[in-house]
């Protein structure tokens, strides 16, 4: 969906630039989340 592989979406999370819920050990991220991430970015960086 996005091209970014798990390290740098972790990364993205930690940065605080992906939202992320955290659910025992999962850790979870709200579609509207991600959509958020991609429109700010631009398609030109999202993938």
Do not use: H, W
Not at 3 to 14: C, V
Not at 17 to 38: N, Q
């Amino acid at each position: 969906m996005t091209g970014i592989g798990r390290s740098k979406l972790y990364a993205l999370i930690k940065a605080g630039d992906i939202p992320r819920i955290k659910v025992g050990s999962m850790t979870l991220v709200p579609v509207k989340g991600l959509e958020g991430f991609l429109e700010r970015c631009g398609p030109e960086t999202a993938s």
